[in-house]
């Protein structure tokens, strides 16, 4: 018995050292999103709505790497802060370390393949004196002393992991990259990663590593194999002919029980299932797993057979909240709330997958392309409030849009006004729309269980068409290959889409050669991913189509294109003038009870100052990036094309402070404290939003 229970000690005496160090004093900052909860909060109050006026920069630290002729680079990072020293990740996917008392920089990696990366931050362990970063780059795994910024040489290949190994199929391309911050279990890190969103799309497996060796401890497969719970939702042999189910968002970690929460995507490819007939488990769901063994405990599918790339955005919250128990009295209930793109928020007991609130299985019986198959119907939870409207039809057009009659025209002719609306050949319209809502910034969450999201609310519009590949013929045109490849995002005649998330080619000649992009297409840059699937004859003939200088001209196709559809793009909508169309407000920032379900509040977040001088009310604006709440009752954040960081009174929604940043924010901001005093951190990468790029850090403190 002695020796069992000095066992027992010694395993729990291990976890607790294993774990990094959570924010109880609020002096550090060690994980993404501020803790394992994902809780984006922090207990530190010395700044407060008494003296947040009286902020000033502290230091800045431009980290290089900004791309400043197409703008095109972006900094998503949240960075962590332990024990004085900051960690964050570069305009152009470098790591470094910094003192976080000056923003004197003490390290930065050279690393040389980042392709398709742009990271969200970085994972720290430790253990005694070891000290390690981890961090996603390319379909590599790095691990580097966290003191040094050498490689750990003994982690996997001379410190890294190849994270493609695994999640091969036939048929498949290469692109995998883990640019999320991972979850750190005892001495594990589990991992999941971003894969394309095309037929060709890898297995979307979720890992745990030893963090020491790098060897693979375990897998979840969230397509299962033929024979194993849940593949009865999918055709045979699902694992050989589809990829995608992901877990890029990132997880949580419940490390006093041991379970990890992760939210996974969409199957690929998004807006087409006919390949993929069923309910799709366990893409689409939220996962409680075995942290230890990646066992299932229970999971919650959140949308079944997406054709809406409707996949949760965002890691999930852990919260403790008030409820009645069975005997109708008030109990607390340690939870799990999951928000989504589309506005709703679920919200389940953290042990039992409990939903805490009542959902409707709703059914949806909208018709569908020929060859899909869509769910009969779809969980809607009807609480908590959704922080997003559900709906847009010619009524929901704004009161001064551009070309109204035009519109009105568009829109009637278009499948809209409710959810789950089958993407058609005729124009579908997503509100929210394909990005939220919600998005990957996530949701803040304070101890008394309030909920804070900020969301958008822009509709965007698509359709299905007829892919070239149904001719049966092998040879296929540059132009063909751009429609398959390129044109969802750059559009079909090449100018992009309106708000500048993706960029016009246009006139792509005036910054960049065809040997360049020739050398681009294979590589990906920030959120391009690289299209390795394509031969070089076919990039070849991409490229002499984006030249304009062949377009007719055949050559013999590769792997890929079997889809009998493609889809026309994620057009958000906005008129002539450059605003969304919709009724303000279009960014958002909402404050809602988990104990009871119900709306505290919600305002507009972000401003067009011209259109504000005009008379109109604040109209928010489009944003990325999360929130930041202290135990002051301060809410912080920036997220906002305006390039502000703006601070809000927790309890009333109310602003109280702002300032102009040197580029957009599209990041969460972090907050520590180094002798007694109050630090707030921002990563101000642009990039987006047809705004600047940029490569500071700008830290903001009291004199």
């Not at 000290?131 to 379909?139: Q, S």
């Not at 403790?320 to 793109?341: E, F, S």
Request: overall charge positive; some cysteine; charged content about 20%.
């Amino acid at each position: 018995m002695k020796t069992a229970a000095f066992i027992a000690f010694l395993t729990v005496l291990t976890a607790v050292i294993s774990a990094p160090r959570l924010p109880d004093t609020g002096e550090n900052w060690p994980e993404y999103n501020g803790n394992g909860a994902r809780s984006h909060y922090s207990p530190l109050t010395q700044i407060n709505a008494a003296n947040v006026s009286q902020l000033k920069v502290a230091w800045t630290y431009a980290s290089g790497g900004a791309d400043t002729v197409l703008h095109r680079t972006q900094m998503q990072c949240n960075p962590i802060i332990v024990d004085g020293i900051l960690y964050g990740v570069s305009a152009n996917t470098q790591v470094f370390a910094l003192d976080a008392a000056n923003g004197n920089p003490i390290w930065k990696t050279k690393i040389a393949e980042t392709e398709g990366t742009t990271s969200r931050g970085v994972t720290y362990w430790r253990e005694g004196q070891e000290k390690i970063i981890f961090f996603g780059a390319g379909k590599w795994l790095y691990a580097f002393d966290a003191l040094r910024g050498k490689p750990i040489v003994t982690f996997g290949q001379n410190g890294r992991v190849d994270l493609k190994e695994g999640l091969e199929r036939p048929g498949a391309d290469e692109y995998v990259v883990a640019n999320t911050p991972n979850v750190i279990f005892k001495n594990l890190l589990i991992v999941g990663v971003r894969v394309s969103e095309s037929e060709t799309a890898l297995l979307g497996d979720i890992r745990a590593y030893d963090v020491r060796t790098g060897k693979k401890v375990w897998t979840f497969r969230t397509i299962p194999e033929m024979g194993e719970s849940g593949a009865d939702t999918w055709p045979a042999n699902a694992r050989q002919r589809i990829g995608g189910a992901n877990a890029w968002a990132g997880m949580a970690i419940d490390r006093e029980r041991g379970i990890v929460y992760a939210p996974t995507g969409s199957a690929a490819f998004d807006f087409f299932g006919g390949n993929r007939k069923g309910d799709n488990l366990f893409a689409n769901c939220l996962l409680a797993l075995d942290a230890t063994t990646g066992k299932r405990l229970w999971h919650y599918q959140l949308v079944r057979h997406d054709i809406w790339d409707r996949d949760p955005p965002a890691p999930p919250n852990l919260v403790t909240v008030t409820h009645k128990g069975p005997d109708g009295r008030p109990r607390k209930v340690d939870a799990v709330a999951q928000i989504t793109k589309q506005g709703y928020i679920f919200v389940f007991d953290r042990v039992t997958g409990k939903p805490l609130f009542p959902i409707e299985d709703r059914k949806f019986t909208y018709d569908a392309v020929p060859g899909e198959y869509p769910a009969v119907s779809q969980p809607i939870p009807l609480k908590p409030t959704y922080f997003a409207r559900q709906s847009f039809t010619e009524k929901d057009l704004n009161s001064f849009v551009a070309d109204r009659d035009s519109l009105v025209n568009l829109i009637r002719k278009a499948r809209t006004g409710s959810a789950y609306i089958p993407i058609g050949k005729e124009t579908t319209i997503f509100f929210p729309g394909t990005d939220g809502g919600g998005q990957w910034g996530g949701a803040a969450a304070d101890p008394e269980g309030i909920l804070y999201v900020p969301s958008k609310e822009i509709p965007v519009y698509t359709s299905l068409v007829a892919s070239k590949q149904e001719t049966g013929s092998r040879f296929v045109t540059g132009a063909q290959l751009y429609k398959q490849n390129c044109a969802a995002c750059h559009g079909e005649d090449r100018r992009g889409n309106h708000d500048g998330s993706y960029p016009p080619l246009v006139e792509i000649h005036r910054k960049l050669t065809p040997d360049a992009v020739a050398q681009l297409i294979p590589k990906g840059r920030g959120m391009m991913p690289p299209m390795t699937h394509l031969s070089t004859a076919e990039r070849n003939a991409i490229v002499d189509f984006v030249f304009q200088k062949e377009s007719e001209k055949q050559v013999a196709g590769s792997k890929g294109g079997a889809m009998p559809y493609r889809h026309t793009g994620y057009n958000r909508w906005y008129d002539r003038n450059g605003y969304p169309i919709s009724q303000p407000p279009w960014g958002t920032l909402t404050a809602t009870d988990l104990n009871t379900g119900e709306r505290l509040w919600q305002v507009p977040l972000g401003e067009y100052p011209e259109l504000t001088a005009k008379g109109i009310p604040l109209t928010g604006t489009d944003n990325y990036g999360g929130p930041l709440v202290t135990g002051s009752g301060l809410l912080i954040i920036a997220a906002t094309r305006d390039e502000q960081l703006r601070i809000f009174d927790k309890k009333t929604g109310k602003q109280i402070w702002q300032t102009l940043l040197p580029a957009a924010g599209y990041a969460s901001p972090s907050t520590y404290s180094i002798g007694g005093k109050q630090y707030i951190v921002i990563a101000c990468g642009g990039g987006k939003l047809k705004t600047k790029s940029g490569d500071k850090y700008v830290a903001f403190a009291l004199p």
